[in-house]
């Protein structure tokens, strides 16, 4: 079965260190979602991917960056941890345009 | 940017009761969802529904896009039905496929 991944499934980190999350989908999905939850703000989207080499800015995307070099994969990376960023963080994918979307297990990631 | 309200933000059944959460959006959409969230945190798909009616066991949801709201009931609900329900919206005039959240409705169900 196809399937969306996630891994780490918990860290923890320290200020200032970069840190990689990966997202792996095996659903051959063009579109490629990052999101944050956090309480009181539900999910919020980071970045975003409609293809190879296609990666795009959400609502809150300072402090992230994302890479696209395959259909398969979209890591995120966080340049410089900060306390701020502490969060679940869960990958989607979606064929295209109003198509259902999946979700990845989640991270929960502490920076200390 | 689109509005998403769930309702209501808590609720708490005993087992067997009968419960409807309630998905109100701002503007016209191309794809709405249902999620249930566990208590490990994994988000579950319940139902892609942009419009229509849709059944799964003891769960259903409706969707009327012209009056822009959609709703999920859950008939007979059990102690593994808790969590939280969260509503997911792609607009019209929105990014493609990025989905808008509302904030949950969380779901005790109590033996």
């Known amino acids: 079965d196809a399937e969306i991944t996630q891994s780490p499934r918990h860290k923890i980190t320290e200020t200032g260190r970069q840190v990689t999350l990966a997202c792996h989908q095996t659903?051959?999905?063009?579109?490629m979602f990052w999101y944050r939850q956090d309480l009181g703000h539900g999910l919020r989207l980071i970045h975003y991917?409609?293809?190879?080499?296609?990666?795009n800015k959400g609502e809150v995307s300072d402090g992230y960056s994302v890479s696209r070099s395959n259909t398969e994969d979209l890591p995120l990376t966080l340049e410089s941890a900060a306390s701020s960023q502490t969060s679940v963080y869960f990958c989607?994918?979606?064929?295209?345009?109003?198509?259902?979307?999946?979700f990845g297990q989640g991270t929960r990631l502490t920076v200390v | 940017g689109i509005q998403v309200e769930q309702s209501p933000p808590d609720l708490i059944l005993q087992e067997g009761a009968n419960s409807t959460l309630r998905c109100n959006f701002s503007?016209?959409?191309?794809?709405l969802q249902w999620f249930h969230q566990n208590p490990w945190g994994q988000l579950i798909n319940l139902f892609y529904?942009?419009?229509g009616t849709k059944q799964n066991g003891r769960l259903s949801a409706t969707t009327v896009a012209t009056e822009r709201y959609s709703l999920l009931y859950i008939s007979s609900s059990q102690t593994t039905d808790s969590g939280v329900y969260f509503c997911?919206?792609?607009?019209?005039?929105?990014?493609?496929?990025?989905?808008?959240f509302g904030k949950g409705t969380k779901l005790s169900v109590k033996p």
């Open positions: 529904i942009p419009s």
């Open positions: 989607a994918s979606s064929e295209s345009r109003a198509t259902e979307a999946f």
């Open positions: 991917s409609y293809g190879v080499q296609d990666t």
């Open positions: 659903w051959n999905h063009n579109n």
């Open positions: 997911a919206v792609e607009s019209y005039g929105g990014s493609q496929g990025n989905l808008i």
């Open positions: 503007d016209s959409v191309n794809n």
